[in-house]
């Protein structure tokens, strides 16, 4: 079945670096891509998700990028605040409207003043 | 207002006790779902559900059951609860033919 790694596990940056999380996945039939925040005590919130006819996407200070050659997706925060302090797991499914989602391990970010 | 809440926020439980987790959903949204997370292991799927009278297992179901009743309550049921079972559980909803899912804000659970 689908293995989906993460990394890094931690990332400290200061306030207006760049952050960038990365997962990798196994099954070429992924098509669904998707990148979740978690803040201390809460739920998961849905940040950004593509398909795989979508190379990059960019929102609001946040660029997903995927690369289905080396089955690669990326998360890169832009000048990121200490608001953006929190835990960021990549979820992925075999298909838009799968029930599934296989969910990395998670990346605990940290935003230094 | 949260659209999915889960009760209780904390709970102690002892070994060999009961233990039952509610979920509720104002999304309307067939499909339920129940994860617990543990450091390093991310999410993983213990039962779902695609309805009202439905309940699945996901990849690790052992030593759990659950229970949707109705389109909106999906409950996770530790008939004997162990140590092993501590963990932080969450409840999540999703539309029928859709990958996003919703998150409650989880029940961190103890079992001493």
């Known amino acids: 079945g689908e293995q989906v790694e993460q990394r890094p596990p931690h990332l400290s940056v200061r306030e207006g670096d760049s952050a960038i999380i990365i997962c990798t996945y196994t099954?070429?039939?992924?098509?669904?891509f998707s990148w979740y925040k978690q803040e201390a005590g809460a739920g998961l919130q849905l940040l950004m998700s593509v398909l795989s006819n979508v190379d990059r996407k960019e929102e609001q200070g946040l660029t997903v990028l995927l690369n289905k050659k080396d089955k690669r997706l990326s998360l890169n925060l832009t000048a990121a605040h200490p608001g953006d302090s929190a835990v960021y797991f990549c979820?992925?499914?075999?298909?838009?409207?799968?029930?599934?989602?296989?969910f990395g391990s998670g990346t605990q970010l940290t935003v230094m003043p | 207002e949260a659209a999915v809440t889960q009760s209780p926020r904390n709970k102690v439980a002892v070994t060999g006790g009961k233990v039952t987790l509610s979920c509720n959903q104002t999304n309307n949204h067939n499909n339920m779902y129940w994860y617990r997370q543990d450091t390093g292991h991310g999410l993983r799927l213990i039962h779902y559900?695609?309805?009202?009278?439905?309940?699945e297992k996901g990849d690790i179901p052992d030593g759990y059951k659950a229970s949707r009743p109705s389109q909106e309550n999906f409950s996770l049921i530790l008939e004997l609860a162990t140590p092993s079972q501590t963990s932080v559980y969450f409840c999540?909803?999703?539309?029928?033919?859709?990958?996003?899912?919703?998150f409650g804000p989880g029940t961190r659970l103890t079992v001493l």
């Open positions: 559900s695609y309805g009202a009278g439905s309940t």
């Open positions: 979820a992925v499914s075999a298909s838009s409207g799968s029930w599934q989602l296989i």
């Open positions: 999540a909803s999703g539309d029928q033919g859709e990958a996003e899912q919703f």
């Open positions: 099954d070429s039939a992924t098509a669904y």
